[in-house]
């Protein structure tokens, strides 16, 4: 009989799976002494990071009634508020020796430590790095991945 629980993609998502940490420019994996940098990502259904990003959302709507973005400055704060309910813990990070954990004061640290840069190109502007909060973003939708027999 087949064990449908490793498509339960609600609980696996809570769980969260391991990414490693890329440079924001060159896009090489993250390492020290050999053991590379990770964060334990969430994956989009899961119960925990949807319920803070309901609680941010009606945060934001109480604070503004604007949801243009204006700014580079605004799409970098967007983009980490987007990112924090799915991060879960860190594995070889510290930041002047203080090791990392998925609080939220700690992710949003992390996550501010790079900006977005754009580049002109002949069709107008792209983005021309990969800051922590865009991968982490991007990760949640690999997360779907790690499902079934993979």
Same mark, same amino acid.
């Given at each position: ?66 949801? $243009?973005?204006? +700014?580079?400055?605004? *799409?970098?704060?967007?983009?980490? =508020? #987007? !990112? ?41 502007? $792209?983005?021309? +790095?990969?800051?922590? *909060?865009?991968?982490?973003?991007? =990760? #949640? !939708? ?9």
């Amino acid at each position: 009989m087949a064990d449908f629980s490793k498509f339960d993609q609600r609980s696996n998502s809570d769980k969260g799976v391991w990414f490693d940490i890329l440079h924001p420019f060159s896009g090489d994996p993250i390492s020290e002494g050999g053991k590379a940098s990770r964060f334990l990502i969430r994956g989009a259904a899961s119960r925990e990071a949807q319920g803070k990003l309901r609680e941010a959302e009606k945060a934001a709507v109480k604070s503004s009634g604007d949801d $243009e973005v204006k +700014n580079m400055a605004q *799409a970098h704060e967007m983009m980490i =508020n #987007v !990112a924090v309910p799915f991060i879960v813990d860190f594995e070889n990070v510290e930041i002047e020796g203080k090791k990392l954990t998925g609080s939220d004061e700690d992710v949003r640290r992390f996550l501010d430590m790079t900006y977005p840069v754009m580049s002109l190109t002949p069709d107008g502007y $792209e983005l021309a +790095n990969n800051p922590f *909060a865009k991968q982490a973003i991007d =990760n #949640v !939708a690999k997360h779907e991945a790690f499902l079934g027999n993979g």
